[in-house]
């Protein structure tokens, strides 16, 4: 059984830095895409970066030169490094890999950014 598990969220102010992890556990044999997405109340989740398997990067536009995305594939580890954050960056943080054939994701994890 394969499980997907996020850490790092929390309290910071704005300007300040976070850095989550999401490490996959489990039958995994390959592990393809692995991606944050994002999610506040009312609102859809949405993509903030992802990383292939090959190592090719994609971020959300309002998080460009501020969050890097990066992946230890040794330890089946996706991070993501956020510097700068603003208020509006507070939402859940959702962890996604494509693992063999299927899609997982994280319970999630919550970043406040106060003002």
């Known amino acids: 059984q394969v499980q997907v598990v996020e850490s790092g969220g929390g309290l910071v102010q704005a300007g300040g830095s976070l850095r989550l992890s999401c490490a996959a556990s489990g039958s995994v044999f390959r592990i393809g895409t692995m991606a944050w997405h994002r999610q506040t109340p009312g609102k859809q989740r949405e993509l903030v970066a992802t990383m292939t398997g090959g190592g090719t990067t994609n971020y959300l536009d309002s998080v460009k030169g501020r969050f890097t995305i990066s992946r230890d594939n040794a330890k089946n580890t996706v991070y993501l490094q956020m510097n700068s954050l603003k208020p509006e960056d507070t939402a859940v943080y959702y962890c996604?890999?494509?693992?063999?054939?299927?899609?997982?994701w994280g319970q999630g994890t919550q970043v406040t950014v106060s003002s």
């Open positions: 996604y890999a494509k693992i063999d054939t299927s899609d997982y």
